[in-house]
């Protein structure tokens, strides 16, 4: 248990469906991050806040919109996604600003029909 | 463009034997260097990580090897056992305007056999 817990585990839609995924971190930590883990590719930065404010936008399509109405939760907003968005989605978190390890969760798998 | 790379992509060990698997990057603002290993099901989860003011760290039967002048770092499994296999991603961090963020490698899945 990494004190990262990401709902639902698997998720199975459509291409015109609205979906979001969950993740709460319990760890008292001020930064959350949203990575996609695709076959054969490097984990990619999607998303990430500090204190509750978007930082970074990693040219992600609009098709994704991240939530994260206080610094213990983190959603993910999905819409007319593609099939090609058929990925392990990881949430993470991390304590201050500095240098230091994420806590990752146990990813939800998401596949688009 | 890739910050971080990754070799080999797969490694097949035999028990007892040393796991080595090797890390390059670019970019010389990252200052922090760990080493995540994943199971099946599971998200990445700390292994062992080091700083660019050490060259080498060591946790048991694990070892980074940082160098900084050639920017490369490797991880060294000693003494790999069945359950060592997983998939090893590196990753380097770096502090920018956007906060702080890990760049990760492709990724080596690893099999230790009996």
């Known amino acids: 248990e990494t004190g990262v817990t990401q709902t639902p585990r698997h998720l199975v839609m459509g291409m015109t469906n609205k979906k979001s995924l969950k993740c709460e971190q319990h760890l008292g930590h001020n930064a959350m991050y949203w990575y996609k883990q695709s076959a054969k590719k490097p984990l990619e930065l999607m998303f990430v806040y500090n204190f509750k404010e978007q930082t970074e936008n990693n040219s992600v399509p609009s098709r994704f919109s991240p939530e994260c109405p206080n610094s213990s939760h983190l959603f993910l907003h999905l819409h007319t996604l593609q099939p090609e968005d058929s990925a392990l989605y990881l949430c993470a978190s991390r304590r201050g600003r500095q240098a230091g390890e994420l806590f990752f969760g146990e990813g939800s798998r998401l596949t688009v029909l | 463009q890739q910050q971080v790379k990754q070799s080999p992509q797969s490694l097949i060990v035999q028990k007892g034997g040393i796991s080595i698997i090797n890390c390059a990057y670019e970019?010389?603002?990252?200052?922090?260097f760990p080493w995540y290993q994943q199971f099946p099901g599971k998200g990445p989860a700390l292994l062992i990580a080091?700083?660019?003011?050490?060259s080498e760290k060591k946790e048991g039967r694990f070892t980074i090897s940082f160098n900084k002048s050639a920017k490369q770092f490797s991880l060294h499994i000693m003494d790999s056992q069945p359950g060592d296999s997983a998939t090893y991603f590196c990753a380097a961090g770096a502090y920018s305007n956007s906060g702080y963020a890990l760049n990760f490698g492709k990724g080596t899945s690893l099999l230790v056999t009996p």
């Open positions: 080091i700083r660019p003011d050490v």
């Open positions: 970019n010389t603002a990252f200052d922090y």
